[in-house]
């Protein structure tokens, strides 16, 4: 199935992090944020609120908003289920996201990984509970859960000794990235069946479309260069992409141009989070008809003019070729982010379409 294009509009998601929420909207992210079904539904109630007494007036959130069983939180950004339920620890936080422990697996530890049996698990077990309470209240299910990636989540298990591990330990590397791959088709598919969607909560700009697109977090792929993305992980986007359709991949890091090759050769892919400080034009040139979700940087629009951030946005449509197969989002903006930097995002958009 194909993405629609979105011709003549360029859609607009913004999300703010843990901090600003707990600043602004005195909510806290302990384990009961994510996983205590009446904290799910109360605390995801009051954002949506919050959301439309702010910003209302260019279209966030919503006025009366009654409760809906929103089994994971869609207003953050937060990855950390499918790293603890291969061996993680996790430790939440008041305000900011669950920080995933190093598990710095041993070679063995790693060689003897299978995937898990998400139903049995006790993390997942703890997650199905919760969205089984949810379901039986209420009679139906939305949201979902970040689900991370293959080589991010193979960073919370291995380490730095990872890349190591590419140099010196190919059958190590890709016995791990079969065990997460599998364990992520598994899990995603069965989310998605609960809610109908597996992605909001990596990204919600995947809300503008038919059937939710299943983004792919490769945010570690930055870090490593096209050769060993196309040696060691492109056979793992492919295999994820042949199950989870539609399929999509997010690079937040500022260089996508650099494994965009790499990303040229993964099959059904559409759509790309284009991380801020990427080269658009040599993204577009190799991915001519993939769908750009073009990220703002959330660090600048912190401190930076609302005129900055209109001739950023101009920048960045400008550089696609247009608005044709474009987005525009501004993920994890901390507290203290101007409200009319905020709200000219919106503006701009729009001037972007006239």
């Known amino acids: 199935m194909r993405i629609n294009s979105l011709d003549g509009t360029l859609p607009v998601e913004i999300i703010f992090n ?25 605390d995801e109630q009051k954002m949506r609120t919050y959301l439309y007494e702010r910003f209302g007036d260019i279209g ?11 089994m994971g939180p869609v207003h953050l950004a937060a990855g950390y289920i499918v790293s603890q339920l291969l061996g993680c620890e996790i430790r939440f936080n008041e305000c900011d996201p669950p920080d995933v422990i190093a598990a710095n697996m041993t070679d063995q530890e790693v060689m003897g990984l299978e ?11 703890e997650l199905i509970n919760m969205m089984n309470e949810l379901e039986d209240r209420y009679g139906y299910l939305v949201g979902d859960v970040n689900w991370s990636g293959v080589q991010n989540i193979a960073l919370d298990l291995r380490g730095q000794q990872l890349f190591i591990d590419y140099y010196e330990n190919h059958e190590l590397v890709e016995h791990l990235f079969e065990i997460i791959s599998k364990t992520l088709v598994e899990f995603v598919t069965y989310i998605r069946k609960r809610t109908g969607s597996s992605s909001i909560s990596v990204n919600p700009s995947v809300r503008h479309f038919g059937p939710s697109v299943n983004l792919h977090s490769n945010c570690s792929v930055a870090m490593i260069s096209n050769e060993f993305y196309e040696k060691f992980l492109l056979k793992y986007d492919n295999f994820l992409s042949a199950n989870l359709q539609p399929y999509g991949i997010h690079h937040c890091g500022d260089n996508m141009d650099r494994v965009a090759e790499g990303y040229s050769k ?36 912190l401190t930076c003019s609302d005129n900055e951030v209109e001739e950023d946005i101009i920048k960045l449509v400008e550089n696609n070729g247009g608005i044709r197969n474009a987005g525009i989002c501004c993920i994890n903006m901390d ?18 379409c006239s």
């Open 18 to 42: 843990p901090r600003w929420w707990n600043k602004n909207c005195n909510i806290t992210f302990d384990k009961g944020f994510f996983i205590d079904p009446v904290r799910r539904v109360n």
């Open 60 to 70: 966030l959130g919503e006025k009366n908003s009654g409760e809906k069983p929103v």
């Open 115 to 125: 995937a898990p049996d998400i139903f049995e698990a006790g993390t997942t077990r």
């Open 266 to 301: 993964v099959n059904g892919v559409e759509f790309f989070d284009v991380g801020w400080g990427s080269d658009i034009r040599k993204c577009r040139e190799l991915l001519p008809d993939a769908f750009f979700n073009l990220r703002l940087n959330p660090v600048k629009i």
């Open 335 to 352: 507290n203290g982010t101007p409200d009319i930097n905020i709200k000219k995002v919106f503006d701009t958009a729009k001037l972007c």
